[in-house]
């Protein structure tokens, strides 16, 4: 059995009367939505013309709001519904970055994730979706599509139907019949400053995109305008994020440098390799799990994420992940008070591969987030691992200064950190000047090079984050410490413009 629905646009009158009729049915507050009517326009005056799209989960087959969420709140039932349970979700919204259809919102009474779930208390006691009954056209169609004999499955077979974002692999269920192809691509629409009735947005601040390029769309004809929408979270993920990115990458590359070191015969442990590195990981180790909490809207419910995991996110293995580098960490600390230089070559291999996966870990977390195209980069593994090493030699320079290190331990981290922002650049160039798979990455890397994000990202990332440490690499020990704060200033902002800007490309 698997339910979907199929959305007439053939007749629909965009009455928004599915919308209220969810609202009161499933109590869903003032200012989100499980279903709503979206009207975009063509042409020019008085050549225009007005097409309606209902928009909602849809209870893809392959969901990828199921496989991240971390603690099975979102699942799919044997009848194909994707339903959703509240009272295990953390409200950490790694499922509104999955969900390439914009279906989930965070509910603001309960702080946690809600979407349609095809109002599986009335299927279960065999009524319809409260939708369907209202819809005073019948334009919404439910039923099981694995049912030849349903109407739903006649009209999937018989009819030309369209999904949203075929091109996701999520498989979807709700069909659109007669729907202009521009309302449910959302590439293809200009998104002004203002609709029918209001302003656009809550977040009207935030950088737009370049408008989409025509002539990679030439299937769409002419570019269409969103003139009516619902408001849309812009950006589940801020700053928090950005930064647990950064304090991770200092506390991976602060302890990977040292067990290299180690492992590699150049260090017996010592002061800064054996008691300060290991510290600086602990403490901004912890750093990284206070930002993931912080981050969570139900940061009460934080340890649902090991107590009931789902072993298929990349939430729960980052989580173990920490927590395995958290114990190396200790031990490494341990072996370096104690003077233990043979526990530090046994410890060596083990800090190595964990402080790895502890800053590359997140590259995959990423990947899961389908929605967001430009994250789904396979430079994005070694933009975290880079990240680490410098973001490691910067702040083992800075300590080791602080310390009093010898001028080899400095010399090398030096060299260290000049190959760190050589590769840095490298793979910023290649992220951003690459090919680009699609129009939506292309966009999301435009806002970093030409558009809205263009001024931080040339002057604070480019510049001031690289070109310019590079330079003062040459100098003495003042100029190295500017390199290094210059450099970790430069990453941070590298990553916060980074998570910004795949989240800038709307998703409906
Ligand atoms: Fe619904 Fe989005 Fe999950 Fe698909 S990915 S089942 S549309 S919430």
Same mark, same amino acid.
């Given at each position: ?23 009161? @049915? ?14 975009? @326009? ?35 039932? =044997? ?17 509104? /970055? ?29 009524? @319809? ?38 091109? /996701? ?24 400053? %203002? ?15 370049a408008p989409p390029d025509t002539s990679t769309l030439k299937d769409l004809q002419t570019l269409a305008r969103t003139v009516y929408d619902v408001d849309h979270v812009e950006r589940p993920w801020g700053w928090k994020v950005a930064t647990y990115l950064w304090t991770k990458a200092v506390a991976a590359g602060a302890l990977l440098l040292p067990a290299l070191g180690v492992a590699a015969g150049w260090s017996e442990g010592g002061l800064l390799a054996g008691v300060v590195a290991p510290f600086l990981a602990l403490v901004f180790l912890a750093l990284t799990t206070g930002l993931l909490i912080f981050d969570l809207k139900r940061p009460d419910r934080f340890h649902f994420i090991l107590l009931k995991p789902n072993w298929q996110s990349w939430l729960v293995w980052g989580a173990w992940i920490l927590i395995a580098f958290g ?5 490494? #600390? ?60 910067? =702040?083992?320079?800075?300590? +080791?200064?602080?310390?009093? =290190?010898?001028?080899?331990?400095? &010399? #090398? ?7 760190? !922002?050589?590769?840095? $650049? ?8 690459? %090919? ?7 966009? $999301? ?6 558009? &809205?994000?263009? +001024? ?27 390199? =290094?704060? !210059? ?7 590298? @990553? ?13």
């Amino acid at each position: 059995m698997r339910y979907g629905f199929v959305i007439d646009h053939t007749c629909c009158i965009g009455c928004h009367a599915c919308s209220v009729a969810c609202k009161e @049915e499933n109590q869903v507050p003032l200012g989100v939505y499980r279903t709503w009517v979206k009207y975009i @326009e063509r042409g020019t005056f008085p050549n225009t013309r007005r097409y309606f799209s209902v928009l909602r989960c849809n209870h893809c087959d392959n969901a990828p709001c199921v496989t991240i969420c971390p603690t099975v709140a979102l699942f799919r039932r =044997s009848d194909g519904i994707v339903d959703f349970d509240g009272t295990r979700c953390i409200g950490c919204k790694s499922c509104m /970055q999955a969900c390439p259809y914009d279906a989930l919102y965070i509910d603001p009474a309960t702080q946690t994730a809600a979407k349609c779930h095809y109002c599986a208390h009335r299927v279960e006691v065999g009524l @319809e979706p409260a939708c369907v009954i209202v819809c005073p056209v019948q334009a919404i169609v439910a039923g099981d599509l694995d049912d030849p004999a349903s109407r739903i499955a006649r009209l999937v077979a018989t009819e030309q139907v369209q999904v949203r974002k075929p091109e /996701q692999g999520t498989r979807p269920k709700v069909f659109y019949l007669g729907a202009d192809a521009a309302a449910l691509t959302p590439q293809a629409l200009e998104r002004g400053e %203002s609709y029918l009735f209001a302003q656009t947005g809550t977040d009207r601040g935030a950088p737009k995109p370049a408008p989409p390029d025509t002539s990679t769309l030439k299937d769409l004809q002419t570019l269409a305008r969103t003139v009516y929408d619902v408001d849309h979270v812009e950006r589940p993920w801020g700053w928090k994020v950005a930064t647990y990115l950064w304090t991770k990458a200092v506390a991976a590359g602060a302890l990977l440098l040292p067990a290299l070191g180690v492992a590699a015969g150049w260090s017996e442990g010592g002061l800064l390799a054996g008691v300060v590195a290991p510290f600086l990981a602990l403490v901004f180790l912890a750093l990284t799990t206070g930002l993931l909490i912080f981050d969570l809207k139900r940061p009460d419910r934080f340890h649902f994420i090991l107590l009931k995991p789902n072993w298929q996110s990349w939430l729960v293995w980052g989580a173990w992940i920490l927590i395995a580098f958290g114990a190396v960490t200790g031990l490494w #600390l341990v072996g370096g008070l104690a003077v233990h230089a043979r526990l530090l070559r046994v410890l060596a291999w083990p800090a190595i591969l964990l402080a790895v996966a502890a800053a590359g870990y997140s590259a995959f977390l990423f990947g899961q987030a389908e929605g967001r195209d430009f994250w789904q980069s396979p430079l994005l593994l070694w933009h975290l691992l880079v990240g680490a090493v410098l973001a490691g030699a910067a =702040s083992l320079i800075l300590a +080791g200064l602080a310390l009093g =290190s010898g001028a080899a331990v400095i &010399g #090398l981290l030096k060299k260290v950190l000049a190959a760190a !922002l050589a590769a840095e $650049a490298l793979v910023l160039f290649a992220e951003l000047f690459g %090919s680009h798979p699609n129009q939506d990455v292309a966009r $999301a890397a435009d806002l970093l090079t030409r558009g &809205g994000l263009s +001024g931080p990202f040339c002057g604070g990332v480019v510049l001031a984050g690289i070109g310019l440490p590079m330079l003062l690499l040459l100098g003495g020990t003042p100029s190295l410490v500017v390199a =290094s704060l !210059l450099a970790l200033a430069g990453h941070w902002l590298y @990553e916060l413009l980074w998570v910004r800007a795949g989240q800038s490309i709307p998703l409906s």
